[in-house]
C-alpha cells in the first residue's frame, strides 16, 4: 500500500480520508450521523437522539477543519499546536512569554506546552531563558524566524482556511456564538 502524508485537497472543507493512502475515501451517498440518530431513536433512545447527531456531527467537524489546517500548516513544518504557542508569543507586547502562562493561555496542561516548545526551539523558531525574577521558571521567546513563519503560515490559513470555510457570514456568526455557549456552559471562560 503507498501511504502519503498529504491527502489530496481540493479546495473545500470536505471529509480528509481517514486513512492516508494517497486516495480520497468515498464520498458517502447519506449522511452517516443522520442515520445513527435515527437509529438511536429506533432503539427507544429518541431523547438523547438530538444530542448524540450534535455530539457526533461537531467531532467529525473538528477532524475536517483540523485535517485541513494540518495540511496548510504541513509545508510549514509545524503543528497547529506549535502554530498556536507562535501566535500566542506573536501577540504579546514583547514577543516572550513565561511558559506557565503559554499554558494559561492556550489552556493546556504544562507539559503540552513544554513538548511543543522543545520542538519549536529545535527548529529554532523560540529561545528559552531563565525568568528574572523566578527562579523555576523559563521565558519562551520568538526568535526572527519563528516570527517570520508565524507570518507566513498565519497568510496561509487567512487564504487556505479561514477566509473560505464554507459557510456564510450569518452561519459564522451563529457557528460562533453556538460554540461560545457551549464552552461557557462547560466553564472555558
Known amino acids: 500500500m ?5 491527502p489530496p485537497y481540493d479546495g473545500r472543507m470536505t471529509a480528509e480520508p481517514r ?13 452517516p450521523i443522520a442515520a445513527a440518530r435515527e437509529q438511536w431513536v429506533g432503539q427507544g433512545w429518541a431523547a438523547a437522539a438530538d444530542g448524540m447527531a450534535a455530539v ?3 467531532m467529525r467537524a473538528h477532524q475536517i477543519v483540523l485535517a485541513r489546517v494540518e ?3 504541513r509545508p510549514f513544518r509545524v503543528t497547529f499546536a506549535r502554530y498556536e504557542v507562535l501566535m500566542l508569543l506573536r501577540f504579546s507586547r514583547r514577543g516572550s512569554l513565561p511558559m506557565k502562562v503559554i499554558a494559561s ?4 496542561h504544562p507539559t503540552s506546552v513544554t513538548n511543543a516548545v522543545d520542538r519549536l526551539q529545535d527548529a529554532g523558531l523560540v529561545s528559552r531563558s531563565a525568568h528574572p525574577d523566578d527562579r523555576r521558571a523559563l521565558i519562551v521567546a520568538l526568535t526572527p524566524a519563528g516570527r517570520t513563519l508565524a ?8 487564504a487556505e482556511v479561514f477566509e ?9 456568526r451563529d457557528l460562533v456564538d453556538v460554540l461560545g455557549r457551549l464552552r461557557q456552559a462547560a466553564g472555558d471562560f
Open 2 to 6: 503507498d501511504v502519503n502524508v498529504t
Open 19 to 31: 486513512v492516508e493512502t494517497g486516495e480520497a475515501a468515498p464520498r458517502l451517498a447519506f449522511d
Open 56 to 58: 457526533t456531527s461537531l
Open 71 to 73: 495540511a496548510t500548516l
Open 105 to 108: 493561555r492556550l489552556q493546556v
Open 151 to 158: 507570518e507566513r503560515a498565519t497568510a496561509a490559513l487567512n
Open 164 to 172: 473560505q470555510p464554507d459557510l456564510g457570514d450569518d452561519d459564522l
